[in-house]
Nanobody
């Protein structure tokens, strides 16, 4: 059974930074594409970034140049470094295993960016 545990969210001022972490279990982590999604109240979940097992990355246009996704296969952990945060980045952030259907979700981690 896949388990995903996100952490690292919090309250930050605009322009600040946060680093999110997600520990995955129940999968062969190193071969799986991992992704970060976010969801605003009343909004749909949107893909923020994903990363292949070998480290190839993909980003939503809204976060390019500000966010960096990375992973440590030895620790079964995927990270999201978020810099130059904006109020519109406020959301609950979730990681997932991109190849699985339905996409599995953890509890998420809340990010609030104040202006």
């Amino acid at each position: 059974q896949v388990q995903l545990v996100e952490s690292g969210g919090g309250l930050v001022q605009a322009g600040g930074s946060l680093r999110l972490s997600c520990v995955a279990s129940g999968i062969m982590f190193s071969i799986n594409v991992m992704g970060w999604y976010r969801q605003t109240p009343g909004g749909q979940r949107e893909l923020v970034a994903d990363i292949t097992g070998r480290g190839a990355t993909n980003y939503a246009d809204s976060v390019k140049g500000r966010f960096t996704i990375s992973r440590d296969n030895a620790k079964n952990t995927v990270y999201l470094q978020m810099n130059s945060l904006r109020p519109e980045d406020t959301a609950v952030y979730y990681c997932t295993v991109m190849a699985l259907r339905p996409l599995p979700w953890g509890q998420g981690t809340q990010v609030i960016v104040s202006s």
